[in-house]
């Protein structure tokens, strides 16, 4: 399969249309607080917040020949600012090939009736270190330093649980992360709780004994007592790249494990048709909301989940992305390969990204069941992978990189050129995306060389990292 296209990478190639006919906005109403905790009394309220002005992001060394640690990076998304679209700060890791990967607060939305709590430290779990970083992002926003090191051998003791993911802030004050697997790389999807103030690892959050048998992402819904998490491989399955053998064999995953939230038990199993490696998974962010989205990767399809009536669960495909027929790549069939979701905070609209055909989807989910194409990115250089949108649903952030090893494999001018980090303004109106020309941040042009760039984050949460209740 063919790379980037460098010259095609640096300047953003797109073609971007708007599809459908208007849909009508939601209006929220005005929320009065005194002295309240971080985040925003409900996700309506959340719109209504700031313009961002900060992003944070991992940047990835391993496995681009760079010997150097993985750092976060901030870039500065202000328009008015001389420094728009522009790294304005690098905190290097003191290791090197931690993988950086996914990151998550110390407290969020969940404790916004909690007035000690404040959104001040960003945590940045390893991938294949399963070091967890806690950076302080509130001394000095623009200049974030480290604050603590949870190193693995804590976790391995206390946890038996290694390669971790994604990190979500509990109402309890406490910080959950998913794993992947077990310190020897076999498949074990458990869950990591730290103490939110002194970030020390208290155990595990699932009973013992109690791990699915793989992991990946999860969220959670406490008005249902429900939490539900997905899964990729084994770590020693996907860790050095991807072997279509692997999926033959049954290696990758393919179901959606349903937990207690209040027990801390597995209740169902949902085993998801067509559904190959559920990556990202989205309730909608109305906490009384009984249903959200999976992003299937190699089945290049959303599946919905939904509660039945008698309380069990359920899960029924509603988008597919047909595959390309391809030569010379390691299937005969290209699969679009969804690797990341997102969900608008008015729950209006749906965003997905197709890292292997390379395009940006908006559907209008007004009609969960029905999702409707309204916007579609062509030709988005490099693979669109982790997107992020600002709080009034209005300018989605994209970066192409997805995992060190894979982007080797698929895509190795990313290892040559670095990734990007890109701007589409949405029309949340009609539907439709649109490239900002005025904001480019190439990853290739990094002082120590080419780096790669993965999952975004703003200083006062964003609607993958807050979750209501």
Not at 416 to 442: A, W
């Amino acid at each position: 399969m063919g790379g980037l296209g460098g010259a095609a990478c640096k300047e953003g190639a797109f073609a971007l249309q708007s599809v459908g006919q208007p849909t009508s906005p939601i209006v929220s109403t005005a929320t009065k607080c005194g002295k309240c905790g971080p985040g925003y009394p409900s996700p309506l309220e959340a719109m209504k917040g700031p313009r961002e002005e900060l992003v944070y992001l991992p940047c990835i060394y391993r496995n681009t020949g760079t010997e150097a640690p993985d750092y976060l990076a901030t870039v500065d998304v202000n328009p008015k600012s001389p420094q728009y679209s522009q790294v304005i700060h690098r905190l290097p890791m003191p290791n090197l090939k931690d993988e950086l990967h996914h990151s998550g607060w110390n407290t969020c939305s969940s404790c916004f009736g909690d007035s000690t709590k404040s959104r001040t430290k960003l945590l940045l779990p390893s991938l294949i270190s399963s070091r967890v970083y806690v950076v302080d992002v509130a001394t000095e926003p623009r200049a974030p330093k480290l604050h603590k090191v949870v190193e693995p051998e804590e976790i391995h003791a206390k946890c038996d649980l290694s390669y971790l993911h994604t990190s979500h802030c509990l109402a309890s004050g406490e910080v959950m992360i998913s794993a992947l697997g077990d310190p020897r790389g076999n498949g074990k999807g458990g869950f990591v709780l730290l103490d939110g103030e002194t970030f020390e690892v208290k155990g595990t959050w699932e009973q013992p004994g109690g791990a699915a048998p793989m992991g990946y992402d999860f969220w959670y819904q406490p008005r249902h007592n429900v939490m539900i998490s997905t899964e990729w491989a084994a770590p020693n399955v996907l860790r050095d790249g991807f072997n279509p053998a692997d999926v033959e064999a049954g290696l990758y995953g393919q179901h959606l494990y349903v937990w207690d939230w209040q027990r801390h038990e597995r209740v169902q199993t949902l085993t998801l048709q067509d559904g190959l490696i559920p990556l990202e998974i989205r309730f909608l962010h109305n906490p009384a909301a009984d249903q959200g989205f999976v992003g299937c990767a190699l089945g290049s399809n959303i599946q919905r989940f939904y509660k039945n009536q008698g309380g069990t669960w359920s899960v029924e495909k509603v988008i597919q992305v047909p595959p390309k027929k391809v030569k010379g790549w390691i299937l005969p069939e290209m699969p679009s390969l969804i690797t990341d979701i997102l969900l608008s905070l008015d729950d209006r609209f749906l965003y997905f990204s197709n890292w292997l055909h390379g395009d940006l989807r908006q559907y209008d989910i007004s009609d969960p069941k029905r999702p409707r194409l309204v916007g579609q990115g062509k030709r988005v250089a490099g693979g669109p992978q982790m997107i992020q949108l600002s709080l009034d649903g209005t300018r989605l952030y994209v970066t192409t990189s997805l995992y060190s090893a894979w982007d080797k494999q698929f895509y190795p001018d990313l290892i040559r050129e670095g990734s990007v980090m890109l701007q589409i303004d949405v029309d949340t109106v009609r539907g439709g995306l649109k490239l900002n020309p005025n904001f480019l941040v190439d990853f290739g042009k990094e002082p120590l060389g080419p780096a790669l760039a993965h999952e975004l984050r703003y200083p006062g949460g964003d609607c993958s990292s807050d979750i209501w209740l």
